[in-house]
């Protein structure tokens, strides 16, 4: 199977960067766009939008012990090249946005993410460092227009000595126009350290105002929900691993929240209950058609440590439920020329970061591979059918780390991915795109 290298040389670019302004995505032949700055850039997803696409990133500046992490949006072109300066927003961790459509026009922009005060003087340990949903709504010329927060705003007594946390996950926008966001929250206790962090759904108007939130508790495990959440038809529906976390080691099985509006679940569906290892979902795609549902992907290892990692996915119906039958799982190095016959077995530590349903109603699937001999981690990509069966699998590598985080596929069929490439202590953000087969494009 052919491998792909990137030929990286933005390092003198680098070392020239003065200012996030002036930095350009490195010129390539092929479509392989860069976008660094001043201060080490983290992908969180990509968007497409009519005539190019916005990316959303997290930069860090400051120092080790006081940090500054800023929300950063890139709009680019068809081809990738960057439409005027960088959007940066104070006090937010963007974790999830969405474009806000009207007739085929984008209207605005939302982000969710968190909002992290450091009180290094707080009484309580656990109030040392206070998080807040936060979630940020942009005109469509990406100025902030109003910025709503999901916060524990009563004051700390003796009944009450510990701040409640609250995260913000992933953003959706229904077709009817209103906004559900997903989220978890841990409870303000003596011990909050190890308290499990519960699900949210918190629900915005067609006015983008505060219309509900709820809590969804499970016995005490901690929720680790994936990057995307889903709207249709009245129901909300997500992937998490519900996770038992002791130190360094986890173990986790799948859920599927299936959620009336304003509700609790009306369906929940789970794989990996009565056994012990590490799944976790970290994407959940619709399929391009409804009546089949939704794929989802994430990593799985027998070793709760992750060590023996290998790509799953599986597809749900549209009532939720997880569909016997679907569940694959991909080696980067088996899955090449042939299929992972045990679960268990691993050659190499794979990790699966994002899907999208294509117009075959099929799906793409992208994760990392880390490379035996150089200990990078490159790309996988991979494209399944509407039965989950593997169609082909290609392997993109490069110096450095390459971690997809999003992709999704353009109006033609090709695919975009968008990820950080990490070389040094020095990452940068990068945008693929590939044709319907996985070819690097021109």
Known sequence: MRKFYLFIFFISVLLSCNNIDSSEPSPLNSFIRFYEGPYSLTARSVEKIPGGFVLLATM???????????????????????????????????????????????????????????????????????????????NSSFTEVVRRSLSDKRPLSGSHPVKDDYYGASVTVANDGKVYLLGTFKQGIINQQSAPEEQLLFGL????????????????????????????????????????????????????????????????????????????????????????????????????????????????????????????????????????????????????????????????????MTNTSTKDKDILLIKVNAFGEKQWIKRIGASGDEVPVSIREADNGDLLICGTNTLGNYSTIFLMRTDSNGEIKN
């Open 60 to 138: 860090v500046s400051g120092s080790i012990s006081d940090p500054i992490i800023q929300t950063v949006l890139i709009e680019t072109d068809e081809k990738g090249t960057r439409i005027g300066d960088f959007k940066i927003y104070d006090d937010l961790i963007g974790k999830s946005f969405k474009p806000v459509f009207t007739n085929g026009s984008v209207q605005g922009y939302i982000i969710v993410g968190d909002n992290v005060v450091i009180d290094p003087l707080a009484e309580q340990a656990a109030n040392v460092s206070i998080s807040s949903m936060e979630i940020l709504i942009l």
């Open 205 to 368: 108007t067609t006015s983008l105002d505060s219309a509900w939130v709820k809590f969804y508790p499970l016995l005490g495990n901690t929720f680790l929900n994936s990057k995307s959440i889903h709207a249709q038809n009245g129901n909300i529906v997500w992937a998490s691993a519900v996770a038992d976390i002791q130190g360094d080691f986890t173990t986790s099985y799948v859920a599927i929240p299936f959620v009336p509006e304003n509700s609790f679940p009306s369906n929940y569906s789970i794989i990996g209950q009565n056994s012990s290892q590490l799944y976790l979902p970290k994407d959940i795609q619709p399929s391009t058609t409804p009546e089949f549902g939704f794929g989802v992907t994430g990593t799985y290892s027998f070793n709760i440590d992750g060590s023996a990692g290998n790509i799953f996915f599986f597809k749900v119906d549209a009532q939720g439920n997880i569909m016997p039958g679907t569940e694959r799982f991909f080696d980067g190095e088996v899955s090449i020329d042939g299929e992972v016959t045990d679960k268990n077995s691993s050659t190499v530590i794979d990790s699966g970061e994002s899907l999208i349903g294509t117009r075959d109603a099929g799906f793409a699937i992208v994760g990392t």
